[in-house]
């Protein structure tokens, strides 16, 4: 047997992932929480649509018409499945279902006094949201500032920010992960109406001559440090970054966690995989094809560790260290360039 036969397993794992991201986006699950006082039994209640194409009956909500439209409104713009969840009395009734039950990729919810509790869950879990006038500071909260928008329905119907969500949760949610939020135009709006004051961290829409599109698309993160950097303001990085993330850590967990002594040739293994993986994310845009987007063993962090159990290793080189796995764990570092979408532009024009 050759390293190859072990190695194509985890190979198939990244190429399945890499496909679904081509064909699906390998997201587009919604979340979408509400407030239900007159719910029978229980303190919760969850229901999942696949389509557009449903009726609810006047009985199951007070407002049943409205979440219908809203429900609608999420799907169309890549959506897959949007996931209803209510509450009786408080958020808290359903957090850890959500933490613990359901699998989603965004979660809203156009309740008023929800909005800080869906901030709160998305930081706590490291899983996006999208919320209404909220300065989150977190590359995993999208909120959005536009008071009210105008809808192109022949009636010049006004509608309000929460019934404005669903539409712009559509769109976010179903955007492929090589594109960008901002390539959208919203030819379901006539106008929207801009916030009094414009500010960073807000995903704005603004009225364009080609019709109402984002101005911002970003997320709520302002506060930069060495972990926070200014690319991941952009929604499109922040997604591309935690879709890596969530594939390693499938991928490993699924295909070497336990399966393989922690040895460097099985890191390799690994490590190989991820590599081509990473070429796949080139080829459809995530990542930077023109870039050398690597994965290896973390040289300097693995020395780190060995001289804190009293090794000698800075006196070790490169090799030695790469070769002397740390106990049980894999150390390693991804360098990769993420690319984000064209947003401006500058030309200079010299005349003759």
């Known amino acids: 047997m050759e390293l190859k036969d072990i190695m194509a397993p985890i190979t198939v794992i990244f190429k399945q992932r890499v496909a679904n991201l081509i064909a699906l986006g390998d997201k587009g699950t919604v979340l979408f929480v509400i407030k239900n006082e007159a719910l029978e039994s229980g303190d919760y209640r969850v229901t999942e649509y696949n389509s557009a194409v449903f009726e609810l009956a006047p009985e199951f909500h007070a407002n049943a018409a409205q979440i219908e439209k809203d429900i609608k409104n999420i799907f169309g713009d890549g959506v897959k499945k949007v996931i209803l969840a209510e509450y009786k009395t408080a958020f808290a009734d359903l957090a850890?279902?959500?933490?613990?039950?359901?699998?989603?990729?965004?979660?809203?919810?156009?309740?008023?006094?929800?909005?800080?509790?869906?901030?709160?869950?998305?930081?706590?879990?490291?899983?996006?949201?999208?919320?209404?006038?909220?300065?989150?500071?977190?590359?995993?909260?999208?909120?959005?500032?536009?008071?009210?928008?105008?809808?192109?329905?022949?009636?010049?119907?006004?509608?309000?920010?929460?019934?404005?969500?669903?539409?712009?949760?559509?769109?976010?949610a179903g955007c492929p992960y090589d594109k960008s939020v901002s390539y959208k135009i919203f030819n379901k709006f006539k106008s929207v109406a801009l916030p009094e004051t414009i500010e960073a961290g807000f995903l704005t829409l603004y009225n364009e001559e080609e019709g109402v599109r984002v101005a911002s698309p970003v997320n709520t993160l302002t506060s930069l440090g060495e972990n926070q950097t200014e690319d991941m303001k952009s929604i499109a990085i922040a997604e591309g970054k935690k879709r890596m993330e969530a594939d390693l850590e499938y991928a490993f967990r699924t295909g070497y966690k336990g399966k393989y002594k922690n040895k460097y040739d099985n890191q390799a293994l690994f490590y190989g995989a991820a590599e081509f993986y990473f070429s796949q994310l080139e080829e459809i845009g995530v990542l930077d094809p023109e870039y050398n987007n690597t994965i290896g063993v973390d040289i300097e962090a693995t020395r780190a560790l060995w001289v804190a159990q009293g090794k000698d290793a800075e006196t070790w080189d490169d090799v030695t260290v790469k070769k002397t796995t740390y106990k049980n764990m894999v150390i390693g570092l991804a360098d990769v360039k993420f690319l984000d979408a064209m947003e401006g532009m500058q030309i200079t024009v010299q005349m003759f």
């Open 96 to 172: 850890n279902v959500i933490k613990n039950e359901l699998k989603w990729d965004w979660m809203f919810s156009t309740e008023t006094e929800a909005q800080e509790d869906v901030v709160a869950l998305a930081k706590e879990l490291e899983k996006f949201a999208f919320v209404y006038n909220n300065k989150a500071d977190s590359m995993f909260v999208v909120s959005i500032n536009n008071p009210s928008a105008v809808l192109a329905d022949g009636e010049d119907t006004v509608i309000t920010a929460e019934q404005l969500m669903p539409y712009v949760i559509g769109v976010i």
